[in-house]
């Protein structure tokens, strides 16, 4: 198997919560529980977990994202300057679902003042003798979904001066992260993918936004967070179109954005390709030498178990417009994306992530 991240056979990040500790931290919620006890159960819980993606035979191993309830919230609300607002507006509802996760507000101006996530991540790297892989939402997810509209005016009454603090509150963040030993990071992006959609680009202009400039602001502000990374971390991109209790947001193949995707100072791509709302492998042709797609062939919103020469046949279709060794496998996206879980089984998520790594070694040895 392939040495450096990302691996032949990989995966998105968040798995299903055991059962036990989603009980847990609803009591947890309501004041029956301490912290000390929750996290006592949570570390439990990850050290199974890693066993698990290690027998597997899986390189790159997270801690299933069990101590957070969504995956970009968490994180982003640790930032100095973002409060989390409810949503009860129309904007980036998710298909056939009531709840809608809150919007990240800018009221003041952004920072990282202190380490974010980084004791979850020592913890995860205590505990693994793989590759402890950490993922935290991309730069851009701080804007996309209320835009404009949702950006103090008196902290930021000029966008780039935004822009600017985001970009060093990253470096931060991940100087944090890189200081702990953090050698896999992964940025999760849905801003890109949600950018093919028509009605995303609709509220993007209602938010006072133009989705044909925000492709190419996003990767910018990626490539300035990336700037101080250390030379021996691999930095991927994960896209998807929603993943929200196996529903999704977006739909619409990659061409309007994945130049801007591209041109990102990272080693690779986890692409959603498990359904025709992702559009074919055409947009791949313009991946730049020597990175790599990791190409999510293996759906996490259903539990039925993907035909290993279905998922051959896919990679040498993708094999026309990326060479085969710049290819990698892995499920669409997490299995997990928030505390609710996909609608599948903790045994359907460990067989789609063996086929996973059954298939890759078959494909590339």
Known sequence: MHAK???????????????????????????????????????RAVRD????????????????????????LDFLSQLDGVTLKH??????KIAGQSEQPPIPTVTGRIGCSRPIMVEDFKFLKS???????????????????GGRAAIDRTAYPDLDAFWA??????????????????????LDDVTFAYLCDPKIQHNCRANGDDPAA???????????????KPADMAVTIHTCRGNFKSAWVAEGGYDPVVEAMFSTDVDG??????????????????LPRGKRVVLGLVTTKVGALENKDDLKRRIDEASKFVPIENLC?????????????NALSIDDQWRKLERVVEVAREVWG
């Not at 890693?50 to 957070?68: K, N, S």
């Not at 985001?166 to 050698?183: F, K, S």
């Not at 492709?215 to 300035?224: G, H, K, S, W």
Request: net charge neutral.
């Open 5 to 43: 991240p990302p691996f032949r056979a990989d995966q998105v990040g968040s798995l299903l919560r055991p059962e036990s500790l989603a009980q847990l931290r609803a009591r947890f919620r309501r004041g029956e529980v301490s912290a000390p006890t929750l996290r006592a159960a949570e570390d």
């Open 49 to 72: 977990a890693v066993q698990r993606q290690q027998d597997l035979g899986l390189q790159a191993v997270t801690d299933g994202e069990f101590r957070r309830d969504w995956w970009h």
């Open 87 to 92: 949503n009860d507006g129309e904007k980036f």
């Open 127 to 145: 505990v693994t003798t793989g590759t402890a892989k950490m993922t935290i939402p991309s730069p851009s997810m701080l804007h996309l979904r």
């Open 165 to 186: 603090d985001v970009a060093t509150a990253y470096r931060q963040a991940i100087a944090h992260l890189a200081e702990a030993g953090c050698r896999y990071l992964q």
């Open 214 to 228: 925000l492709p190419r602001r996003y990767a910018e502000v990626i490539n300035a967070a990336l700037a101080d």
């Open 269 to 286: 791509y986890f692409m959603e390709f498990d359904s025709a709302r992702a559009g074919g492998f055409e947009p791949l042709r313009v």
């Open 329 to 341: 496998l892995s499920p669409q996206c997490g299995f997990s994306s928030t505390h609710h879980g």
